[in-house]
């Protein structure tokens, strides 16, 4: 418990200057090509992140997909969005993190009462 303890305080950006300029750089990196933390879940790595995006309302994941493939296209064009756009981005507006909680806590649910999980990977 003490280490757990211990690990929210180092990591905390408001009692840790080093985890608060941790923070500032990823803000400033996300803004520089219009993206927001959640944008960096793979939905391919965990099933989890594929059901909450599928549960999400359309127009969500269609502006993410949006952000992601104008991220895509600065990056190969060498460019960043103009100062004027990255100063309006929001890099820590959470959309995806409540619906991926609540579908991590139904398959905790799934696997205490012993029933099968929704979905299954499969590998061709």
């Known amino acids: ?20 300029l941790h923070k500032k750089t990823i803000s400033d990196r996300l803004s520089k090509y219009g993206l927001r933390y959640d944008d960096l879940y793979d939905p391919m790595e965990c099933l989890d992140i594929k059901e909450a995006l599928n549960r999400l309302p359309r127009e969500i994941v269609d502006a993410r997909n949006q952000r992601l493939l104008r991220a895509m296209d600065l990056s190969m064009k060498h460019e960043y969005l103009p100062k004027d756009l990255q100063a309006q981005q929001t890099p820590f507006r959470s959309y995806l993190s409540d619906m991926l909680a609540l579908v991590k806590r139904e398959r905790a649910e799934r696997e205490a009462f012993g029933a099968l999980p929704l979905q299954q990977r499969t590998i061709p």
Do not use: E, G, H, Q
Not at 3 to 15: A, E, G, N, Q, Y
């Open 1 to 20: 418990m003490a280490t757990s303890k211990l690990v929210r305080t180092i990591l905390d950006p408001k009692k840790n200057w080093f985890a608060a």
